[in-house]
């Protein structure tokens, strides 16, 4: 599939808020555009479900969390031909999910196979994001489509995208880095001479940091102050207790978006490699609590963390 995303053009949106709550139901629509989509919170289902649009034919996308510790929302995405009776039975069992956005033709151009395409080409889409968890059991397959009709569809689809991130979701946007560092190994590269901090320090646990930081070559859910972001340049990995201290670095290639909760996830250009370990203290009591910033060259000559953090 194209990346409709790489098609950038101004365009106007209209939202329309019938019951005058922007946390509640919103219409959004534009000029020359056949379709109507409606976001609204599970909360307001009783009212929403009267809605005459959703007697039609169309796609739908229900989001929410599946627990609180999750970074990434799930997303469920179906369709039908009348979309009021299916969101029906997913509120009585699917609980994860709190907000819904549904997307109908206003002129009944939309058919079962075009929105069997579109679901298709959501949860494509979604998978390439890697920006949410998906409940759908099984990923549809596509559809057959005459050219002129997948040409419509594909129009449809790029309107879908456009509006989603104003009804607050992001899950099919394609990360693209807010900073890259392209740092290199210091041992490599030499660091430049009184520079500020350019070291994030992140906290681990033992399962986590084997499976994403040495193994995926990434650190992910990460709280970033937004005037650090064009400034760090390397991350330093924090195990939590029983270790409780500084056991590897790597450089940062890019800082992308995480979620939908502002956090960030950091890339590496090369492969994590093992310093110190530089322990929390000289006693092994307290722990590190979320990120904190420092010089590489601090860190390379900390015998404990407090040498980082300005603490004796």
């Not at 394609?174 to 901090?197: F, M, N, R, T, W």
Request: aromatic share 10%; hydrophobic share 40%.
């Amino acid at each position: 599939m194209r990346d409709i995303w790489a098609m950038a053009e101004s365009f106007t949106i209209r939202i329309f808020l019938p019951d005058g709550d922007p946390e509640g139901v919103r219409l959004f629509d534009r000029m020359n555009w056949t379709g109507l989509g409606v976001a609204f919170p599970r909360a307001k289902w009783q009212e929403v479900r009267k809605r005459p649009e959703l007697q039609r034919t169309g796609i739908y996308i229900l989001a929410g969390y599946g627990s609180q510790d999750d970074d990434l929302p799930t997303l469920y995405i179906g369709q039908a031909d009348g979309v009021g009776g299916r969101i029906e039975s997913h509120y009585s069992a699917k609980e994860f999910w709190d907000r819904a956005v549904i997307f109908v033709s206003n002129s009944g151009g939309l058919n079962r196979a075009h929105v069997t395409w579109l679901e298709y080409a959501l949860v494509k889409r979604a998978n390439e994001a890697r920006r949410c968890h998906l409940d759908n059991g099984n990923s549809p397959q596509e559809p057959a489509l005459s050219e002129a009709e997948k040409a419509d569809t594909r129009a449809f689809l790029k309107e879908i995208l456009q509006i989603l991130p104003l009804a607050g979701l992001r899950a099919f946007e394609i990360p693209k880095a807010v900073a890259s560092p392209e740092a290199a190994d210091p041992a490599i590269v030499p660091l430049a001479k009184g520079a500020g901090p350019d070291t994030i320090i992140v906290p681990a646990q033992k399962e986590g940091f084997e499976r994403v930081f040495l193994g995926e070559d990434c650190w992910h859910a990460v709280r970033i102050s937004g005037g650090m972001l064009d400034r760090i340049k390397y991350i330093a990995g924090y195990q939590t207790q029983p270790v409780s201290a500084i056991t590897h670095y790597a450089p940062v290639s890019r800082i992308e978006p995480y979620g939908e909760e502002g956090k960030y996830k950091l890339v590496f250009s090369e492969k994590a490699k093992p310093i110190g370990p530089i322990p929390f203290a000289d006693a092994p009591q307290g722990a590190m609590q979320g990120t904190r910033y420092t010089t590489f060259a601090k860190l390379q000559s900390a015998t404990r963390l407090s040498d980082l953090l300005g603490k004796s």
